[in-house]
């Protein structure tokens, strides 16, 4: 009968050890689940703004094509203006003798 005792303490430690290990296992489980869900919620805000930037770089960098190529138009006028105003000037040419 001593020994039966024995055995079952033994037994029952061993389950008490076993089930706490379980529990702990479970608890860990459960934080990892709500850790995951977290994560997860942050990933995906990363890719919206991550969206939102691809974006806004994208219409940047039209503007900037947009920007230079209205610079190169305005090069463009600006020197047939001058090519057409240049020649009909009539500039006086000074005599190198000395006449008035």
Known sequence: ??????????????????????????????????ENKELKARVLGVER??????QENARLQDRTAR???MVGAGV???????????????FRRKSSWGEL
């Open 1 to 34: 009968m001593a020994k039966e005792r024995g055995e079952l303490d033994q037994t029952s430690r061993q389950l008490a050890q076993e089930l706490e290990e379980i529990r702990r296992t479970a608890s860990s489980a459960l934080a990892l689940d709500a």
């Open 49 to 54: 703004e991550s969206q939102t930037l691809q």
């Open 67 to 69: 920007d230079w190529f």
């Open 76 to 90: 463009i006028v600006l020197g047939i203006i001058i090519g057409l105003i240049i020649p009909r000037l009539r």
